[in-house]
């Protein structure tokens, strides 16, 4: 392996025939560098996909700053390099590296990856070699670092079990500390042996690992078992949840090139309680817990000396249902006035409340005022339990248009279980009633842009025994929006059909489709999130060769009593709960709000002696009846 110097002067040569070097030479303010010698566990995070994606998100810069206060662990990043940038790097034979101190991950003790969603899957596998490490954890010793994974698509850990050591389930604020702790046991003992290792971490609650876990399947082709190999192996994992959320981080990275969002990101809220059908954040986030609101006022303070940004989003899955966000609102406007802040507040209710909170952050109103109704029938929205009557939309717009916001964006969904073409035609017919109203109001400098996903099923969900629609109606159905959604102020963005397939294959797939990932990702398949990237073709033929159908994870209904490759993965919801959800859905009938009435998901049984031990009004769960 060249040395941190060796790289760096290579990296002089190669860094001026690429786009955006800034990508990929570190030196940003608040990054933290520690003394490499000094410190005896090195801890890697890896996004993987581009720097400019990557050095937002919120999830890395909170355990970069939880793992970097303690002082015997040192945690650097590292991000995908952009296709020019991997192409000069193995031509120059530079494996990939940090960028605190240009130290290669081979040498780190602890590679831990975020995977938020599930394209992101042959991008784990293109950092892993890059930077010298087998792909595959049967072949990666103890002289290599444990590669650890967690995010919201581990909640279906299977389609990657061959490639991760270990999958963090859950919230990682807590378990993180624990593995390290485990893992500098371990080193201490000096055996050199990593079945002991990965034994000592799957006695932690919430780690997840599949080498010591086996799938058995029925003669057509569903899944029969997946038990542990040892007895000492938990049969099921519950994923791990921090009973009071920590305060927000509040040093973040500030980039030296533009990327997606140059803002402070603070969660307000982790958690809903709204209960839509399809929402798999929704349901594997429960219990909510808030934070105070002086603590997200004082972090925002902070967190403005510290970076100079202007742009602050106050993250949450519903914002409106913040219990005091009023008083937060108040409280932002009254500290901050005058200093020219952009505040937004994603994920609003469709409401006029809404529209007064953005009304009283001010300017806010620079950009757009977004909107996810999903579904424009009564029926269609009655199965995603999202109750939102057209007239109460199209108040809101109205509101929205009349108080100075030109822009609106709807988000709707198409392929939703039973959708008819009446029920697509109703989105056409909404969205030009939406735009006609803002015409009225404010004439031609009201535009309305519409965007229109293909639902996926999701593990976890009350839909995880239910289909993604044929390709062929996917297809039928965004002509008709095509054809019409157009004309003065309209715009109209899609998914492709054949992006959805990929995700839903992989979303709910097991751990087969393991050899189909590394087939797709041997023939060039990487960044399969990026549209002009995405090679259909290749990842057809990595299902030929594999002689598995993508189609039996696609389009092919459950059984209610279908054992799920992620079963034995927890996610505190109880399955007769989701069973429950989806009969519901399939008779047209809500479920209100879980704030007013608890339905008895089996969040409480599961987390009770956590909530006995940190009580209080920041855990927001009803008392079941």
Same mark, same amino acid.
């Not at 990101?265 to 059908?277: D, L, P």
């Not at 715009?491 to 397939?501: S, V």
């Not at 839903?504 to 990026?530: H, M, N, P, T």
């Given at each position: 392996? $060249?040395?941190?110097? !060796?790289? /760096?002067?290579? @990296?002089?040569?190669?860094?001026?025939?690429?786009?955006?070097?800034?990508?990929?030479?570190?030196?940003?303010?608040?990054?933290?560098?520690?003394?490499?010698?000094?410190? $005896?566990?090195?801890?890697?995070?890896?996004?993987?996909?581009?720097?400019?994606?990557?050095?937002?998100?919120?999830?890395?810069?909170?355990?970069?700053?939880?793992?970097?206060?303690?002082?015997?662990?040192?945690?650097?990043?590292?991000?995908?390099?952009?296709?020019?940038?991997?192409?000069?790097?193995?031509?120059?034979?530079?494996?990939?590296?940090? @960028?605190?101190?240009?130290? *290669?991950?081979?040498?780190?003790?602890?590679?831990?990856?975020?995977?938020?969603?599930?394209?992101?899957?042959?991008?784990?596998?293109?950092?892993?070699?890059?930077?010298?490490?087998?792909?595959?954890?049967? !072949?990666?010793? %103890?002289?290599?670092?444990?590669?650890?994974?967690?995010?919201?698509?581990?909640?279906? *850990?299977?389609?990657?079990?061959?490639?991760?050591?270990?999958?963090?389930?859950?919230?990682?604020?807590?378990?993180?500390?624990?593995?390290?702790?485990?893992?500098?046991?371990?080193?201490?003992?000096?055996?050199?042996?990593?079945?002991?290792?990965?034994?000592? @971490?799957?006695?932690?609650?919430?780690?997840?690992?599949?080498?010591?876990?086996?799938?058995?399947?029925?003669?057509?082709?569903?899944?029969?078992?997946?038990?542990?190999?040892?007895?000492?192996?938990?049969?099921?994992?519950?994923?791990?949840?921090?009973?009071?959320?920590?305060?927000? $981080?509040?040093?973040?990275?500030?980039?030296?090139?533009?990327?997606?969002?140059?803002?402070?990101?603070?969660?307000?809220?982790?958690?809903?309680?709204?209960?839509?059908?399809?929402?798999?954040?929704?349901?594997?986030? /429960?219990?909510?817990?808030?934070?105070?609101?002086?603590?997200?006022?004082?972090?925002? =303070?902070?967190?403005?000396?510290?970076?100079?940004?202007? =742009?602050?989003?106050?993250?949450?899955?519903?914002?409106?249902?913040?219990?005091?966000?009023?008083?937060?609102?108040?409280?932002?406007?009254?500290?901050?006035?005058?200093?020219?802040?952009?505040?937004?507040?994603?994920?609003?209710?469709?409401?006029?409340?809404?529209?007064?909170?953005?009304?009283?952050?001010?300017?806010?109103?620079?950009?757009?005022?977004?909107?996810?109704?999903?579904?424009?029938?009564?029926?269609?929205?009655?199965?995603?339990?999202? *109750?939102?009557?057209?007239?109460?939309?199209?108040?809101?717009?109205?509101?929205?248009?009349?108080?100075?916001?030109?822009?609106?964006?709807?988000?709707?969904?198409?392929?939703?279980?039973?959708?008819?073409?009446?029920?697509?035609?109703?989105?056409?017919?909404?969205?030009?009633?939406?735009?006609?109203?803002?015409?009225?109001?404010?004439?031609?400098?009201?535009?309305?842009?519409?965007?229109?996903?293909?639902?996926?099923?999701?593990?976890?969900?009350?839909?995880?025994?239910?289909?993604?629609?044929?390709?062929?109606?996917?297809?039928?159905?965004?002509?008709?929006?095509?054809?019409?959604? /157009?004309?003065?102020?309209?715009?109209?963005?899609?998914?492709? *059909?054949?992006?959805?397939?990929? =995700?839903?294959?992989?979303?709910?797939?097991?751990?087969?489709?393991? !050899?189909?990932?590394?087939?797709?990702?041997?023939?060039?398949?990487?960044?399969? %999130?990026?549209?002009?990237?995405?090679?259909?073709?290749?990842?057809?033929?990595?299902?030929?060769?594999?002689?598995?159908?993508?189609?039996?994870?696609?389009?092919?209904?459950?059984? @209610?009593? !279908?054992?799920?490759?992620?079963?034995?993965?927890?996610?505190?919801?109880?399955? %007769?709960?989701?069973?429950?959800?989806?009969?519901?859905?399939?008779?047209? =009938?809500?479920?209100?709000?879980?704030?007013?009435?608890?339905?008895?998901?089996?969040?409480?049984?599961?987390?009770?002696?956590?909530?006995?031990?940190?009580?209080?009004?920041?855990?927001?769960?009803?008392?079941?009846?």
């Amino acid at each position: 392996m $060249p040395t941190p110097l !060796e790289i /760096r002067r290579k @990296l002089r040569r190669i860094l001026p025939k690429v786009q955006k070097p800034g990508r990929y030479v570190g030196g940003e303010l608040n990054q933290i560098v520690k003394e490499w010698d000094s410190v $005896p566990t090195h801890f890697g995070f890896i996004f993987p996909d581009i720097y400019d994606i990557g050095v937002p998100n919120l999830g890395v810069m909170l355990l970069y700053e939880i793992l970097n206060k303690r002082p015997d662990v040192l945690c650097e990043r590292a991000y995908l390099p952009w296709l020019d940038m991997e192409q000069e790097l193995r031509n120059a034979g530079i494996p990939l590296y940090s @960028l605190e101190s240009f130290h *290669p991950l081979r040498e780190f003790d602890i590679l831990g990856i975020t995977i938020p969603y599930e394209t992101l899957y042959t991008n784990v596998l293109n950092v892993l070699d890059l930077a010298g490490i087998p792909v595959k954890s049967a !072949e990666r010793g %103890a002289e290599y670092p444990l590669v650890i994974a967690g995010g919201h698509s581990t909640f279906n *850990p299977e389609p990657m079990a061959s490639f991760i050591d270990a999958f963090l389930i859950g919230e990682g604020e807590e378990v993180l500390n624990e593995v390290v702790n485990a893992y500098q046991v371990w080193k201490t003992e000096g055996t050199a042996d990593k079945a002991a290792l990965l034994t000592r @971490l799957s006695q932690i609650a919430g780690v997840y690992v599949p080498s010591l876990y086996t799938s058995q399947y029925h003669a057509d082709g569903t899944v029969a078992s997946i038990t542990p190999v040892q007895e000492n192996v938990p049969a099921q994992i519950v994923k791990r949840i921090v009973p009071v959320l920590p305060p927000p $981080p509040t040093h973040f990275i500030v980039p030296s090139i533009d990327v997606v969002h140059n803002r402070i990101a603070v969660e307000i809220m982790r958690g809903c309680t709204r209960g839509c059908r399809f929402c798999h954040a929704g349901m594997i986030n /429960r219990p909510v817990r808030e934070r105070p609101v002086e603590q997200i006022v004082n972090g925002i =303070e902070e967190a403005l000396t510290n970076t100079g940004y202007e =742009e602050i989003a106050l993250l949450s899955l519903s914002s409106s249902d913040y219990t005091k966000i009023n008083e937060l609102v108040q409280t932002i406007s009254n500290r901050f006035a005058g200093k020219h802040l952009t505040i937004s507040l994603p994920s609003l209710r469709i409401e006029s409340f809404s529209v007064e909170l953005m009304e009283k952050l001010r300017g806010a109103r620079q950009g757009g005022f977004t909107l996810a109704p999903e579904a424009a029938t009564d029926r269609m929205r009655n199965r995603i339990n999202k *109750p939102i009557s057209v007239e109460n939309l199209i108040t809101t717009t109205q509101e929205i248009y009349r108080r100075g916001w030109t822009t609106i964006k709807l988000y709707f969904m198409i392929g939703h279980p039973d959708e008819t073409i009446e029920d697509v035609e109703a989105i056409v017919n909404v969205c030009k009633k939406v735009i006609g109203e803002g015409h009225k109001i404010i004439g031609k400098k009201a535009n309305l842009h519409v965007g229109v996903s293909t639902f996926v099923p999701k593990p976890h969900t009350p839909f995880q025994w239910t289909t993604t629609d044929q390709m062929e109606s996917i297809y039928a159905k965004q002509k008709i929006l095509r054809d019409n959604l /157009r004309g003065p102020g309209l715009k109209f963005t899609w998914t492709n *059909p054949k992006e959805t397939l990929l =995700e839903a294959a992989l979303s709910r797939g097991d751990r087969r489709l393991g !050899e189909v990932i590394y087939s797709a990702w041997q023939k060039g398949a990487k960044f399969d %999130a990026w549209q002009d990237q995405y090679k259909y073709d290749v990842w057809m033929s990595a299902f030929e060769d594999c002689q598995i159908d993508p189609n039996f994870y696609v389009t092919r209904k459950r059984e @209610l009593n !279908e054992i799920f490759p992620w079963d034995h993965i927890s996610a505190g919801v109880s399955r %007769a709960y989701l069973e429950k959800e989806y009969q519901k859905s399939l008779e047209g =009938e809500l479920t209100d709000d879980c704030r007013h009435d608890c339905h008895a998901c089996g969040i409480l049984p599961v987390f009770n002696n956590l909530r006995r031990e940190n009580p209080g009004e920041l855990w927001l769960c009803p008392e079941v009846k």
